[in-house]
C-alpha cells in the first residue's frame, strides 16, 4: 500500500512538472507574439521613431495628420490583421487534422482557400457580384461565400453514411485541383489589369487590412475559441480513434460536424479578408503538438498563437526582405512552409 501511495504521488509530481512546463510554453509564445506585435508596428519606412509612435498611439489627434494616418490605419491594422488570421488559421488547421485524422489537412491543402480564390476572381475579373454588397466589400463577400460553401461540401462529404476521414481528405484535394483550374480559365479571359489585381490577391497580402475587417475576424475568433476550448477534451479523445472515443460517449459525428462548422467560419473570413494565405494552418498545428503534446487543453491554444507567431513573423519578413517594399505575405508563409511540408510527408514514408 505504500509503495502505491509513493508510486501516485510520483505520477502526480510528475504531471504538475508537465503543467507547468505547458504553461510556461505558452507564456513564452505569448510573450513572443507581444514582441513580434511590437516589432511589426515599429516597423516602416517612415521613419519615426518609438517615441513619435508611442505618442501618436495614445494621442492620435495631438501629431500632424499624415503621421497619424499611418499609425491608425496603416501600420496598426496590418499588425493586429496578421495576428487575428494567424489565429484562425492555426486553430482551423489544428481541429481539421484532429477530426480528419490526417496530419497533412489544413484549409489550404482541403480547397478552402481555392474555393475562395475562385470567388474572388469571379469579382475581380467578370464583375460578379452578391446583391446588397456595397463595392469595397465585392471581392472578400464572394470569397468568403465559395470558401464557406467548399467547407460545407467537406462537411456533407462527412455526413454521408460509411464515409471515411480518407473519403474527406481525398475530397477536399479534389476541390483544390476544381478550383485551381476554374481560377486559371478565369485568369485565360482576364483583361491585363484584372489579370494583374487577381494575381496580387492570390499571392494573399495583409495591405488590404482595414478596421473593419480586423473587427469582424477578431470578434469571430473571440466568439468560436471558446467553443473550441469547451471541445478540448472530447478532440483528445477522438485522438485515440473513434472507436475509443466512442467508448467514452462522445457523439464523434457531433464533434466532427461541430468542429467543421468552427473551421468554416474561421478559414473563410481569415482567406477572404487577406486572399490566399498558405501552409500556416499546416505548419502551426504541427509545432504546438511538438511543443505541447496531444493534451487539446494546451494543443488548441498553442496552435492559436504559433499561428499568431508566424504570421506576425511573416508580415515582418514582408516589409524588410526587400527594402521600400511590402511583399504579398503569402510568398513569404509558403516559403516557410512547403519544407515543413516536405518534411511531414518524408517522415510518414518513413515511418510506413
Known amino acids: 500500500m505504500l509503495l502505491t501511495a509513493e508510486r501516485v504521488g510520483h505520477v502526480r509530481d510528475a504531471y504538475r512538472r508537465l503543467l507547468r512546463r505547458r504553461v510556461s510554453i505558452l507564456s513564452v509564445l505569448g510573450v513572443l507574439i507581444v514582441a513580434s506585435v511590437v516589432l511589426d508596428f515599429a516597423l516602416g519606412p517612415s521613419g519615426m521613431s ?134 486559371s480559365l478565369v485568369q485565360f479571359v482576364a483583361s491585363e489589369d484584372a489579370l494583374q489585381d487577381l494575381v496580387f490577391w492570390t ?51 457531433r464533434v466532427r460536424i461541430m468542429a467543421l462548422l468552427r473551421i468554416s467560419v474561421l478559414s473563410a473570413l481569415a482567406v477572404s479578408f487577406v486572399g490566399t494565405i498558405g501552409f500556416v494552418g499546416l505548419v502551426a498545428p504541427h509545432i504546438a503538438r511538438r511543443l505541447l503534446g496531444e493534451d487539446h487543453r494546451f494543443y488548441l491554444p498553442g496552435s492559436v498563437m504559433v499561428g499568431c507567431l508566424i504570421m506576425s513573423l511573416s508580415a515582418i519578413a514582408a516589409r524588410t526582405v526587400l527594402p521600400g517594399v511590402i511583399m504579398p505575405v503569402g510568398i513569404v508563409t509558403a516559403l516557410v512552409g512547403i519544407p515543413f511540408f516536405l518534411t511531414i510527408v518524408l517522415r510518414r514514408q518513413v515511418a510506413s
Request: aromatic share 8%; glycine share 8%.
Open 50 to 183: 518609438p517615441a513619435t509612435l508611442l505618442r501618436i498611439l495614445l494621442h492620435p489627434h495631438d501629431g500632424p495628420a499624415g503621421q497619424s494616418v499611418i499609425v491608425w490605419q496603416i501600420r496598426l491594422p496590418y499588425a493586429l490583421m496578421a495576428v487575428c488570421v494567424g489565429a484562425a488559421l492555426g486553430l482551423s488547421g489544428a481541429e481539421m487534422q484532429t477530426i480528419l485524422n490526417n496530419p497533412l489537412a489544413s484549409p489550404f491543402t482541403l480547397g478552402v482557400s481555392a474555393a475562395a480564390a475562385f470567388g474572388a476572381s469571379l469579382a475581380i475579373v467578370l464583375q460578379w457580384q452578391i446583391p446588397g454588397i456595397p463595392a469595397e466589400w465585392v471581392v472578400s463577400a464572394d470569397a468568403f461565400a465559395f470558401a464557406i460553401g467548399s467547407a460545407f461540401l467537406l462537411d456533407l462529404v462527412s455526413r454521408l453514411r460509411d464515409a471515411s476521414t480518407s473519403t474527406v481528405v481525398l475530397f477536399g484535394i479534389a476541390l483544390v485541383f476544381t478550383f485551381h483550374a476554374l481560377v
Open 203 to 253: 499571392m494573399g497580402s495583409l495591405t488590404r487590412a482595414s478596421w473593419s475587417k480586423v473587427g469582424i475576424l477578431a470578434a469571430a475568433c473571440a466568439v468560436i475559441l471558446p467553443l473550441s476550448f469547451r471541445s478540448s477534451w472530447s478532440l483528445t479523445a477522438l485522438r485515440m480513434g473513434e472507436e475509443r472515443a466512442a467508448s467514452f460517449g462522445i457523439d464523434v459525428r
